[in-house]
Structures are given as structure tokens and as C-alpha cells.
T-cell receptor, first 110, second 117 residues
Framework: LAKTTQPISMDSYEGQEVNITCSHNNIATNDYITWYQQFPSQGPRFIIQGYKTKVTNEVASLFIPADRKSSTLSLPRVSLSDTAVYYCLVGPNNAGKSTFGDGTTLTVKP | DAGVIQSPRHEVTEMGQEVTLRCKPISGHDYLFWYRQTMMRGLELLIYFNNNVPIDDSGMPEDRFSAKMPNASFSTLKIQPSEPRDSAVYFC???????????????FGAGSRLTVL
């Protein structure tokens, strides 16, 4: 499984765009990149997944460069309710094991 | 679908007692995972099942921990005897092999917060 590296914490203000980058230098050809969000006292929740280039849904965008050795989760116009821990996972399709790293604690301030 | 259902949500017990945590995965999901979360160690994968069969239990900390999945709609994680260091939030998650969105899309339950005194 590819090892991932994320910043431990980030601060932002309401209304700003937040970009969280995850490094995964040893990503394999068949690996997907998946991001989860976890609020206090809740289980992680799926946000977005991608393989290459750009993926966008109603919550976030995921940017993946051509070499796929990193990825960036972009949250547009964050609000206080986006304060959470964000995890980046890398693994092959139909993977059994799903291992979470330390995640990035995002704090959104008023 | 009601999602992944875990019980109990909170459990307080004394050292040495047996603890049983329960999980009902999403219907049709054929992978089930048990995680433990603490401040010190983060989210740790304890064990996972595929089609009710345990595939990898290398994360189970010691023999005091055991997990079963007698059928596709139910799993238990048991700690016997429990110790204070087992205090944590235990999450169950499930996933479908056939999801068109690809790999690693887990759905988590709300968790069971265990406190061992």
C-alpha cells in the first residue's frame, strides 16, 4: 500500500478556498486516491475519489497531476462546519485493506 | 438504507469484564472492517472480512481481541478480558466490491465509544 504524507494541520477563514495536498510518491499504476472527512464523534465520511486529472462533485474537487505522486483536495468557500480531519488514502481497485494515515486537521475560523 | 449500524454507542465497563461490540453492515456490501481510534494511535485497522471470512487480522492487538461474522448482516468484536488501554472508539465500516466508483469507498458506522475503568 502506498504511504501518504499530509500536513498535520491547516487554518482557514470562512469563505476562503482551502487546498490540502497529499504526497504519495510510491503510488502504483492501479491505485486510486480517496479522501475522507471526519467530524468529532463521528466515523469518517467519503468525500471524493479519483485516478487522474481532475474530479469534481458537489462538495469538493480533486486535482491529480500527470505523475500522480501527489493530489490536492480543494474545498471551495469553506464554512465553520468544514472544520474536521481530512484523510487521504491510496490503494488499488477492490483493495481489501484500507489504511488511514494521520490526516489533516482543518480549522475554519470566523 | 439505514447505513452501517453499530451498538452500543457507549459502553463503560470495569477492567476484566467481557465487552462485545456489534455491527450491521449495509445490505449487499461484502467487505466489513473493524477500526479502533485513539488520540495517540489514530485510526487503526484491526481486522477485515470478505464474504464473512476473516481475511487479515494482523491489526488485532492481542489474543484478548476476537471478531466474528456469522452471516452477511452481522459482526461482533469481542474483548475478553478488557483493560483500561482498550478504551477507544471502535468503528465498523463496510464496502461493496462492485461499486462503480472504484476502490476504498467505505461507509462507516457512528462508532462505539468504550471506556474501561
Amino acid at each position: 500500500l502506498a504511504k501518504t504524507t499530509q500536513p498535520i494541520s491547516m487554518d482557514s477563514y470562512e469563505g476562503q478556498e482551502v487546498n490540502i495536498t497529499c504526497s504519495h510518491n510510491n503510488i502504483a499504476t492501479n491505485d486510486y486516491i480517496t479522501w475522507y472527512q471526519q467530524f468529532p464523534s463521528q466515523g469518517p465520511r467519503f468525500i471524493i475519489q479519483g485516478y487522474k486529472t481532475k474530479v469534481t462533485n458537489e462538495v469538493a474537487s480533486l486535482f491529480i497531476p500527470a505523475d500522480r505522486k501527489s493530489s490536492t483536495l480543494s474545498l471551495p468557500r469553506v464554512s465553520l462546519s468544514d472544520t474536521a480531519v481530512y484523510y487521504c488514502l491510496v490503494g488499488p481497485n477492490n483493495a481489501g485493506k484500507s489504511t488511514f494515515g494521520d490526516g489533516t486537521t482543518l480549522t475554519v475560523k470566523p | 438504507d439505514a447505513g452501517v449500524i453499530q451498538s452500543p454507542r457507549h459502553e463503560v465497563t470495569e477492567m476484566g469484564q467481557e465487552v462485545t461490540l456489534r455491527c450491521k453492515p449495509i445490505s449487499g456490501h461484502d467487505y466489513l472492517f473493524w477500526y479502533r481510534q485513539t488520540m495517540m494511535r489514530g485510526l487503526e485497522l484491526l481486522i477485515y472480512f470478505n464474504n464473512n471470512v476473516p481475511i487479515d487480522d494482523s491489526g488485532m492487538p492481542e489474543d484478548r481481541f476476537s471478531a466474528k461474522m456469522p452471516n452477511a448482516s452481522f459482526s461482533t468484536l469481542k474483548i475478553q478480558p478488557s483493560e483500561p488501554r482498550d478504551s477507544a472508539v471502535y468503528f465498523c465500516a463496510s464496502r461493496s466490491r462492485g461499486e462503480s466508483s472504484g476502490a476504498n469507498v467505505l461507509t462507516f458506522g457512528a462508532g462505539s465509544r468504550l471506556t474501561v475503568l
